[in-house]
């Protein structure tokens, strides 16, 4: 008999296909996402094929938590610092320097995208886990965005194991990105957060905006 879908169940069964090896189709609160352990080699590159996304195309990385940005990410700007510091758990990704000492073939360039998601079997996993996810959109690359696990399946198959949405819908919007240049922030793709929301929150923390 099946365990029945408590969030510790889902917790518990979504940490077992990562640390085997699999890939799982997780909600979070603006998209399903494509997961596996960012340090998992093989697991990651099953990702690409299973998107047909080319391996050289970063993916964003899911974070379990503020303690891990350093060790992801280096020469991080006092503005992203701040920003991260407010909006995390939340639907803002930061382009930042990827640290060297921490290397996924999720993110092969000197940049890696982060974010902590909103959503709590997505902040449950993570911190179950205690180590970074991949955090690419669960659906083959170019295809509209996965927003219930019935998506997932359709656009994936049976190579991705699939939590449901554990009574919180993602929202549909994908999260909004901003990037560092310079040392000058800038929104790379618009999403989630409105972009007076997004000069608002740069201004408290000492940035003009971009």
């Known amino acids: 008999m099946d365990a029945p879908d408590t969030l510790d169940n889902l917790i518990e069964r979504g940490a077992g296909v990562l640390t085997g090896g699999g890939l799982l189709g997780l909600p979070t609160d603006t998209q399903y996402a494509l997961s596996a352990l960012a340090s998992d ?38 503005v992203a610092r701040g920003v991260a510091e407010e909006v995390w758990p939340g639907a803002v990704t930061l382009v930042l320097q990827r640290n060297p000492e921490w290397r996924s073939l999720a993110a092969p360039g000197k940049t890696v995208a982060l974010r902590i998601p909103d959503h709590p079997l997505a902040l449950g996993l993570l911190a179950a886990i205690d180590a970074p996810l991949t955090g690419s959109s669960a659906n083959r690359h170019g295809q509209p965005p996965a927003l219930r696990a019935d998506d997932v399946r359709t656009s994936l198959g049976e190579d991705v194991t699939v939590l449901p949405e554990a009574g919180v819908l993602p929202q549909g919007t994908a999260s909004t990105i901003l990037a560092w240049s310079d040392a000058e922030p800038r929104i790379l793709r618009p999403g989630a957060m409105s972009n007076e929301h997004v000069e608002a929150l740069l201004q408290r923390h000492g940035a003009a905006g971009g």
Not at 45 to 70: N, T, V
């Open 41 to 78: 080699g093989a697991a990651v590159m099953r990702c690409y094929a299973c998107k047909q996304r080319p391996d050289d195309d970063a993916m964003p990385i899911f974070l379990p938590s503020l303690d891990w940005l350093d060790r992801v990410a280096t020469d991080i700007p006092a």
